[in-house]
């Protein structure tokens, strides 16, 4: 367990509570902040006492949250008690949303008012700021990080026209720096590590090189289905798939082995961005894609490109037999290995083979059979430096995602 001792809104260790600690055997870190440090000269006995104390005195609350998650993540711990005030409460909870995820549980032991006996005791070190303010905070601090793994890398398909903004992401230049989620995690999940505030800058870098910032990047929202989104009609719950012929913003579909297909229709000037892993490909998510661009926009089949963005090859994708069955009668060549006990599987020529015989033109799909043109379509799993796996990197997988949106006049 960590404890996290908020000297800023607590003022001293006494009001706090914290010398009941000196025994605990819990990683105790003091938040204390750099001007209430030099005002206060009362840190060094307890740390002497304590050889694990971790003293966290930076001149932001956003810096020494950070450096205190930072240090959570190394000890690979998810249990925090908060020792704090009302007011320190409020405020850190604030800062929880952003920097944290549902994997940390949080305990607040909040020490009443009248018990802050102190006489130095006066609130924060720190300006205190409203929810909007904390939020600048966070982002502020967040863009001076410097960028792990490399620079920003995108792919980006000959296929798409230029009147179409697209790429799609690989896993440098973002700040994202546990290991399975290092760098340009662009996805934020209740079961893993990786914070709201995090993901979101390595959105904003990302639309920074790609050309995108500041316009919204609009995710699908996975089902690993055949559900499809057009945009403005009623959202559905869940959505494998989205199309539109707005301007101003950016559709986006998230993978990490499964396939981020972008669809774009140049004559319509109508785009589509769905998830296929391969449950999608086999309930036929990207056929499910390029009729609603039809139906929904008057879109012919044969004007439609369609670029498959890097996901796990046939190399390194398995299923049960039973599963593979099902690739086996949308042809024969997507299971190469029929009769093994876990056959492989190539989810990405199943998806070519069902575009094909919906009516898209071959010569109008980037995958990963199209060899004279720069690759769009690598194996995710055989490629650690470059993209995340979750076929490879187990449950805590970071995410890339592909990217597509209609130019303005003159962009």
Same mark, same amino acid.
């Given at each position: 367990?960590?404890?996290?001792?908020?000297?800023?809104?607590?003022c001293?260790?006494?009001?706090?509570?914290?010398?009941?600690?000196?025994?605990?055997?819990?990683?105790?870190?003091?938040?204390?902040g750099?001007?209430?440090?030099?005002?206060?000269?009362?840190?060094?006995?307890?740390?002497?006492?304590?050889?694990?104390?971790?003293?966290?005195d930076?001149?932001?609350?956003?810096?020494?949250?950070?450096?205190?998650?930072?240090?959570?993540?190394?000890?690979?711990?998810?249990?925090?008690?908060?020792?704090?005030?009302?007011?320190?409460?409020?405020?850190?909870?604030?800062?929880?949303?952003?920097?944290?995820?549902?994997?940390?549980?949080?305990d607040?032991?909040?020490?009443?008012?009248?018990?802050?006996?102190?006489?130095?005791?006066?609130?924060?070190?720190?300006?205190d700021?409203?929810?909007?303010?904390?939020?600048?905070?966070?982002?502020?601090?967040?863009?001076?990080?410097p960028?792990?793994?490399?620079?920003?890398?995108?792919?980006?398909?000959?296929?798409?026209?230029d009147?179409?903004?697209?790429?799609?992401?690989?896993? *440098?230049? &973002? %700040?994202?720096?546990?290991?399975?989620?290092?760098?340009?995690? @662009?996805?934020?999940? #209740?079961r893993?590590? $990786?914070?709201?505030?995090?993901?979101?800058?390595?959105?904003?870098?990302?639309?920074?090189?790609?050309?995108?910032?500041?316009?919204?990047?609009r995710l699908?929202?996975?089902?690993?289905?055949?559900?499809?989104?057009?945009?403005?009609?009623?959202e559905?719950?869940?959505?494998?798939?989205?199309?539109?012929?707005?301007?101003?913003?950016?559709?986006?579909?998230?993978?990490?082995?499964?396939?981020?297909?972008?669809?774009?229709d140049?004559?319509?000037?109508?785009?589509?961005?769905?998830?296929?892993?391969w449950?999608?490909?086999?309930?036929?998510?990207?056929?499910?894609t390029?009729?609603?661009?039809?139906?929904?926009?008057?879109?012919?089949?044969?004007?439609?490109?369609?670029?498959?963005?890097? *996901?796990? &090859? %046939?190399?390194?994708?398995?299923?049960?037999?039973?599963?593979? @069955?099902?690739f086996? #009668?949308?042809?024969? $060549?997507?299971?190469?290995?029929?009769?093994?006990?876990?056959?492989?599987?190539?989810?990405?020529?199943?998806?070519?083979?069902?575009?094909?015989?919906?009516?898209?033109?071959?010569?109008?799909?980037?995958?990963?059979t199209?060899?004279?043109?720069?690759?769009?379509?690598?194996?995710?799993?055989?490629?650690?430096?470059?993209?995340?796996?979750?076929?490879?990197d187990?449950?805590?997988?970071?995410t890339?995602?592909?990217?597509?949106?209609?130019?303005?006049?003159?962009?």
């Amino acid at each position: 367990m960590a404890v996290l001792v908020d000297l800023i809104h607590g003022c001293c260790l006494a009001c706090t509570g914290a010398p009941l600690l000196e025994e605990s055997d819990s990683h105790v870190f003091l938040m204390c902040g750099k001007n209430h440090r030099e005002k206060n000269g009362f840190l060094d006995t307890f740390a002497t006492k304590r050889k694990d104390v971790q003293v966290l005195d930076s001149s932001s609350t956003a810096e020494c949250l950070y450096r205190f998650k930072r240090s959570v993540d190394q000890l690979d711990l998810s249990s925090i008690w908060v020792l704090t005030s009302p007011q320190g409460r409020d405020v850190l909870v604030q800062y929880q949303k952003l920097l944290f995820t549902a994997v940390y549980a949080f305990d607040y032991k909040v020490t009443p008012v009248d018990k802050l006996t102190c006489p130095n005791y006066s609130g924060s070190a720190h300006t205190d700021l409203p929810g909007e303010g904390v939020r600048e905070a966070v982002s502020a601090f967040l863009q001076q990080l410097p960028a792990l793994k490399g620079d920003i890398r995108v792919l980006k398909s000959t296929l798409i026209p230029d009147c179409f903004g697209h790429g799609f992401s690989t896993r *440098s230049g &973002g %700040v994202s720096y546990i290991q399975t989620l290092s760098s340009m995690n @662009l996805f934020s999940s #209740s079961r893993r590590r $990786d914070p709201e505030a995090v993901v979101m800058e390595n959105r904003r870098r990302l639309g920074l090189h790609a050309g995108f910032h500041p316009l919204p990047l609009r995710l699908v929202k996975v089902n690993h289905a055949n559900n499809v989104c057009v945009l403005g009609k009623p959202e559905p719950e869940s959505y494998d798939a989205m199309v539109t012929s707005q301007r101003g913003l950016v559709l986006a579909a998230p993978g990490a082995d499964c396939m981020p297909i972008l669809f774009a229709d140049p004559v319509k000037k109508v785009i589509g961005a769905a998830h296929a892993g391969w449950k999608g490909t086999v309930m036929g998510v990207a056929m499910a894609t390029v009729d609603a661009m039809v139906a929904d926009f008057g879109c012919q089949v044969s004007n439609i490109v369609v670029a498959v963005g890097p *996901s796990v &090859g %046939v190399c390194c994708f398995t299923l049960d037999r039973a599963q593979a @069955l099902d690739f086996v #009668s949308i042809h024969p $060549d997507c299971v190469p290995d029929p009769e093994s006990a876990k056959p492989h599987v190539d989810i990405r020529l199943a998806n070519r083979v069902l575009l094909q015989k919906g009516g898209v033109l071959p010569e109008h799909i980037h995958d990963n059979t199209v060899t004279d043109q720069p690759c769009v379509t690598p194996c995710t799993s055989c490629h650690p430096e470059d993209f995340f796996s979750h076929v490879r990197d187990g449950l805590n997988f970071g995410t890339q995602v592909g990217f597509l949106w209609i130019k303005e006049h003159g962009e």
